[in-house]
C-alpha cells in the first residue's frame, strides 16, 4: 500500500497524491519499499514471465529485439543475457543544455519507482532498491533539459538516472557535482547490473515531463493566490469596486473558479464600516478597467484549469508508462504506447497558457498604477518622493517596463508545444507527444509570472502606501505588512532587482499572501 507518513512513504500499488512527490521531491521524507507478500510476489512473477519468453524464444520488444525502427532484429539468448541490459542507457547520453534541477529530477526519480513497482514492467527489487536508495541518500543525477520529444517518452533526460544508478555520468550528492561513481563509494553502495529489460524499463516512459509538470502545478496554485492578493491590493489602491465581485454575479455564471477568486477578493478586500471614501465616486468611474473589474473571470480560468490539470498529472504520475508490460494474468508481452506524453502535453500546453494570462493582467494592472491618468489621482510612476525634488526620482517607470517584458515573454511561450509534432528516428516515432518541452515551457511561464507578481506586489504595495489608508481592512494589512518584510518602500530612485528577485522567491516557496486574521 502506498501511504503517507510523517517522515516516510511506503511505495507498493496504492495511489500517491501529487503531495507525496512534492515531499519526495524536496527531501523532506524518505521513501520504503512496501514489505507485502502480494506485491513482492508480483515484481517476482512479471520477472518470471520475462524469464520464460525469453527460454521459450517468444519476441519481447527491446530484450530480444533491437530499439525502435531496430526491432525487426532478434538476438540471441547469450546476447539477451550479457549486453541487453545497459543498451539503451549508454546510447541515450546526447542530452544538452542545463540540468533540470534537483527537485524536478528527484520527482522524476519517484514516478519512475511509482511505474516499476506495478508489477507489469518485469524489473527486480534490486532495481528497486537503488533507485530508493538514490532518494534516500540524496544521489541526484544530473539530467540535461533537451532532447525529448515525449514520444517513447523521456528515453535521453531518463538514461541520465539510470547510468547514475550503475556509476556511470555525473550527480549531485552532499552540494557537489561528481562523478556518479565517487558518489557511490561515498554513499556506500555498488554500481547496479541492469538485468534483460531494465535498461529499456528505465528510459521508456513519462517520467521527466512529469517531475516537472508536478512541480509547474503546485507554482501554479502559488501564482494564482498571489495574483489575488496583488489584485486585491491594487483594486485598494485604486479605490476600485468592490462590488464587482458580488456573490450574485458569480451565481449568474456559476464557474468555480470565477467563484472562488471572488470570494477570495472579497474576503481580503473586507472592512467594519462604509466603504464610501476609499472608492471612487466619479461618474466616469462607474465601472473599472477590465484587468479589475473581470479578475474572477480572469484568474478563475487557471483555477478551473488546475482542477483537471491536478488529476490528470496525478494520474500519470501513479501509471504504468513502460513499453513492453506483460499480462500478470497471461504472461503475454504486450508491446504498447503508454510512454506517449499527449495527456501531459495538453495539460501543460493549457497551464503555460492560463499562467501566462495571469501575468498579462498583472502587468495591466501594474500599468494602471504607475498611470497618472488612470491611477485615480497617485502620483505618476507611483514616486514615493513629494514637493519639488520628485522630479528627479523615477518610482516605477522602469519596472513597469519590466513588467511588459516579462508578461510578452510568458504570453510568446503559450504557442502550444504539443501542435510542433515531429517525425523521428526513422519514422518510427512518427507522431510525437512533444510533453517534456511543454512542461519546460510551463517551468519557464511559472517564473516569468512569478516575477512578473513581484512588480506587481511591489506597485501595488506602493499605492496603498501613498494613500495612506490599508489599515482600514486588517486583512489585506497582513499582506501589505508580509510584502514590507521584503522590500521596504520605494522613496528615493533605487536598484529594485534584488527585491523582486526576493519576492519572486517568496511567491514560488511560500503562502505569505494567503494571510488572514
Known amino acids: ?3 503517507v507518513k510523517k517522515n516516510e512513504i511506503t511505495i507498493g500499488r496504492e495511489i500517491l ?27 517476482r512473477r512479471s520477472v518470471d514471465m520475462l524469464k520464460s519468453a525469453i527460454h521459450d524464444g517468444i519476441p519481447v520488444y527491446g530484450v530480444s529485439t533491437g530499439y525502435g525502427k531496430s526491432c525487426g ?95 556511470e555520468r555525473e550527480v ?45 502545478v503546485e507554482r501554479a496554485g502559488r501564482i494564482l493566490e498571489a495574483n489575488i492578493a496583488a489584485t486585491a491590493l491594487t483594486v485598494h489602491a485604486l479605490k476600485g469596486k468592490v462590488l464587482h465581485f458580488h456573490p450574485t454575479v458569480g451565481e449568474a455564471k456559476p464557474h468555480p473558479g470565477q467563484i472562488y477568486v471572488a470570494r477570495r477578493l472579497t474576503d481580503l478586500l473586507s472592512l467594519e464600516g462604509s466603504s464610501a471614501d476609499l472608492e471612487s465616486q466619479t461618474q466616469e468611474n462607474l465601472q473599472d478597467p477590465y484587468s479589475l473589474r473581470c479578475a474572477p473571470q480572469i484568474a478563475g480560468v487557471l483555477y478551473d484549469a488546475l482542477t483537471w490539470i491536478r488529476q490528470w498529472v496525478e494520474t500519470e504520475a501513479n501509471s504504468v508508462n513502460d513499453n513492453p508490460i506483460f499480462d500478470p ?8 504506447g503508454n510512454f506517449y506524453g499527449g495527456h501531459l502535453a495538453f495539460a501543460m500546453d493549457a497551464l503555460k497558457t492560463a499562467v501566462a494570462s495571469v501575468a498579462d493582467m498583472s502587468d495591466r494592472q501594474v500599468a494602471l498604477l504607475v498611470d497618472p491618468l488612470l491611477n485615480r489621482g497617485l502620483p505618476g510612476d507611483l514616486v514615493g518622493v513629494k514637493g519639488e525634488f520628485s522630479v528627479f526620482h523615477h518610482g516605477f517607470k522602469a519596472m513597469s517596463l519590466s513588467t511588459s517584458a516579462l508578461a510578452a515573454e510568458a504570453l510568446k511561450l503559450t504557442m502550444p508545444a504539443g501542435s510542433f509534432s515531429r517525425s523521428t528516428e526513422s519514422h518510427n516515432q512518427d507522431k510525437v507527444s512533444m510533453g517534456t518541452i ?37 486583512k489585506l494589512r497582513l499582506i501589505y505588512n508580509q510584502i514590507r518584510k521584503r522590500s521596504d518602500p520605494l522613496v528615493e530612485d533605487r536598484e529594485m532587482d534584488r527585491d523582486i528577485e526576493a519576492l519572486a522567491r517568496s511567491i514560488a516557496e511560500d503562502h505569505f499572501w494567503r494571510a488572514t486574521p
Not at 21 to 31: C, G, I, P, T
Not at 173 to 189: D, F, H, I, V
Not at 329 to 336: D, I, R
Open 1 to 3: 500500500m502506498n501511504t
Open 73 to 167: 532484429i532478434r538476438l540471441t539468448r547469450d546476447q539477451v543475457l550479457n549486453y541487453q541490459g545497459a543498451s539503451p542507457v549508454r546510447f541515450h547520453g546526447c542530452g544538452t543544455g542545463d540540468p533540470i534541477g534537483i527537485e524536478a529530477t528527484r520527482a522524476a526519480m519517484l514516478c519512475r519507482l511509482v511505474c516499476l513497482s506495478r508489477g507489469y514492467s518485469a524489473v527486480t527489487l534490486g532495481l528497486l532498491e537503488q533507485l530508493a536508495a538514490f532518494l534516500n541518500l540524496g544521489i541526484t543525477p544530473v539530467v540535461p533539459a533537451e532532447g525529448s520529444v515525449g514520444a517513447s517518452g523521456d528515453l535521453t533526460p531518463m538514461s541520465y538516472v539510470a547510468a547514475a544508478l550503475s556509476g
Open 17 to 43: 497524491p501529487l503531495e507525496a512527490f512534492l515531499a519526495v521531491a524536496r527531501n523532506q521524507v524518505s521513501v520504503k519499499l512496501s514489505g507485502d507478500r502480494a506485491f513482492r510476489q508480483g515484481l
Open 329 to 336: 494474468e497471461t504472461g503475454q508481452p504486450l508491446m504498447n
Open 438 to 474: 511543454a512542461a519546460r515551457d510551463a517551468e519557464r511561464v511559472c517564473t516569468l509570472t512569478e516575477r512578473t507578481l513581484a512588480i506587481h506586489l511591489l506597485a501595488a504595495a506602493q499605492g496603498c502606501e501613498i494613500r495612506e489608508h490599508v489599515d482600514r481592512r486588517s
Open 172 to 216: 549531485f550528492y552532499k552540494g557537489r557535482r561528481m562523478p556518479a561513481a565517487e558518489a557511490l563509494q561515498k554513499a556506500g553502495l555498488k554500481p547496479y547490473r541492469f538485468a534483460p529489460k531494465e535498461g529499456i524499463a528505465m528510459l521508456n516512459g513519462t517520467s521527466t515531463m512529469t517531475g516537472l509538470a508536478i512541480l509547474a
